[in-house]
């Protein structure tokens, strides 16, 4: 809830009393939360390197990824975008500038007979949180997956990330029964 909706919310509103004291006027309507800022969605290239990488580096400190060399974060993504070997979107915000990133590989579903998109990565860096980059990008990418004809994207995100967790069951992603396993060859 943001700050002018904490405070409506919380106002004081009087209540008739059992002995009928002349009613106070009623308390002036709060003022109308501002809109959100649009949200501008861009495919990232060659010269969205530097600016992905700051946000792929946070996405990295966020799950607590150790990293040995720093430049290997922007290493992994120019090579992925140079390669065309994923899709990497940024979300801009007016006044914050590019605040969100998310990489999405491209696979095949041997059960659907074609072709399958991985959401990997989705983040949003604080500054940019509660601006609705998050579920920009996240539409975008379904947006972008329907125009290509697959199967349909998956994700995946902790345990504990509840807010990750209610933004993609709002946007239709179901819980799936599957057990997911890793065997780390690392």
Known sequence: MNGQ?????????????????????PA???PAPAPAPEVSVRAAGEADVEAAAVLFRGYLDFYEVDIEDPDAPRAFLAERIAKDESLVLLADV???????F?????????LSLRTAWVLNDLYVAPEG??????????REVLRRAREAGVSGVQLETAYDNTVAQGLYEAEGFVREEFHVYFHDLG
């Open 5 to 25: 909706a904490q405070a409506a919310a919380q106002q004081d509103v009087p209540s008739p009393t059992e002995d009928s004291a002349p009613a106070s006027a």
């Open 129 to 138: 949180r509660r601006t609705g980059a998050g579920r920009a990008l996240l």
């Open 28 to 30: 002036a309507p709060a």
């Open 102 to 110: 998310a990489q999405v590989y491209r696979g095949f579903s041997s």
């Open 94 to 100: 007016p006044d914050a500038g590019t605040v969100g």
